[in-house]
């Protein structure tokens, strides 16, 4: 079954970056496109950014765009987010899934906890 493992998150000060993992298991990782998504207190689950399977097309959230980067290592079965310039606003739980711009899988992992405060 799908299995998708976050991990990379932590406390950072604004303007600080952290680099997310998500490692994936259970599926033909290298035909599959993948998106990050995080889900804020109070608001609801919302896309960050997609990439395609084979890694050359990436789609962010206007509030990523220049500040996020995802990538992915088809070989390792894993893709990253590098988050740099963080803002008060870019805390809540990260979570990786399935398909490029909306989620394409009912397992969700656990989630990353990234809190941006100084």
């Known amino acids: 079954q799908v299995q998708l493992v976050e991990s990379g998150g932590g406390l950072v000060q604004p303007g600080g970056s952290l680099r997310l993992s998500c490692a994936a298991s259970?599926?033909?990782?290298?035909?599959?496109?993948m998106s990050w998504y995080r889900e804020a207190p109070g608001k609801e689950r919302e896309l960050v950014a997609g990439i395609w399977k084979d890694g050359s097309i990436t789609n962010y959230a206007d509030f990523g765009k220049g500040r996020f980067t995802m990538s992915r290592d088809n070989a390792k079965n894993r893709v990253s987010l590098q988050m740099d310039t963080l803002k008060v606003e870019d805390a809540g739980v990260y979570y990786c899934?399935?398909?490029?711009?909306?989620?394409?899988?009912?397992?969700w992992g656990q989630g990353t906890q990234v809190i941006v405060s100084s």
């Open positions: 899934n399935i398909g490029y711009i909306r989620p394409m899988s009912n397992s």
């Open positions: 259970g599926f033909r990782f290298s035909d599959a496109h």
